[in-house]
């Protein structure tokens, strides 16, 4: 006789929310729910028999799911939420099954502003993670590890500009490495490896006008990353704010990632 196997369910994901404004929209929806449950005339949607109450919990769990996701521990905890609350038993009245109902819709009701409090929270915590400095997330931006290797210690010692310039570098040898035109430098090498009639370095495989484009608006990006950040950084780069640092860097960063992805011809031909 086969074993039977226990299936665990999914592990639980907790929902991160990326800003105040998603946050406040999911606590706009559950007062949505909130309200409709208030409006809901429980007497006449049992004697009636008209669905309108099986429609207003159904409203609430979907809510839950959709704002904190389907295996978040607010959807665990909730998926069978219904309009009941006390003791359930055969031959109930239906005065008995009518102030049941009542109490779960109150319960209901406590639990959804239960989960917007939960939310409130989430807002203050989010508040005060952005008020922090720079340097303090600086370690957890996952840097391409050409850029991250020559600009973390830099940064994080706050010769902030120094791990821009340092990443600019980086990004150029990464360029000439994986393309190896070693022979070239600067603005020059970026328009030979990434030109869009002929390179050495492509995004992807240039079948059309579009595909042309990307080539190269990327090519642009990169010529700006030799000119605007590295060859400054190499006599008086600006100084600046730390924020503004961190930006150069994570720039850099996705430069190094799309030359990690770029697919090298195998013989381009001769200009």
Not at 67 to 90: D, K, N, Q, T, V
Not at 177 to 191: F, I, K, Q, T
Request: aromatic share 6%; hydrophobic share 40%.
């Amino acid at each position: 006789m086969p074993s039977k196997h226990r299936t665990d369910p999914p592990a639980l994901e907790q929902k991160i929310f990326a800003s105040a404004a998603e946050i406040d929209l999911a606590i706009k929806k559950l007062q949505r729910r909130i309200d409709e449950l208030a409006r809901l005339d429980i007497a006449a949607a049992l004697s009636e028999d008209n669905g309108t109450d099986d429609v207003a919990i159904s409203n609430v769990r979907d809510t839950i799911r959709e704002i904190f996701g389907l295996h978040s521990p607010e959807c665990r905890e909730h998926e069978h939420i219904r309009l009941w609350a006390g003791p359930l038993y055969i031959n109930m009245s239906s005065h008995a099954i009518l102030e049941g109902t009542e109490r779960g819709r109150n319960q209901v009701q406590g639990i959804l502003r239960g989960l917007i409090e939960r939310l409130a929270e989430k807002k203050a915590d989010l508040a005060e993670s952005t008020d922090a400095s720079p340097r303090s997330y600086f370690s957890q931006l996952n840097l391409h590890p050409r850029i991250a290797d020559v600009s973390r210690d830099l940064f994080l010692d706050s010769y902030h500009w120094e791990a821009v310039f340092a990443g600019a570098k980086a990004l150029v040898n990464y360029v000439k490495e994986r393309s190896g035109r070693d022979d070239l430098d600067g603005a020059p090498l970026m328009r030979a490896v990434f030109s869009k009639n002929n390179p050495i370095l492509a995004f992807n495989v240039l079948v059309d006008q579009t595909d042309q484009d990307e080539q190269e608006g990327m090519m642009h990006l990169f010529e700006g990353a030799v000119l605007g950040i590295r060859n400054p950084g190499g006599h008086s780069f600006p100084e600046g704010p730390e924020q503004r640092a961190v930006e150069y860097i994570s720039l850099l960063s996705l430069l190094a990632y799309r030359v990690q992805e770029s697919t090298r011809r195998a013989s381009p031909k001769p200009p």
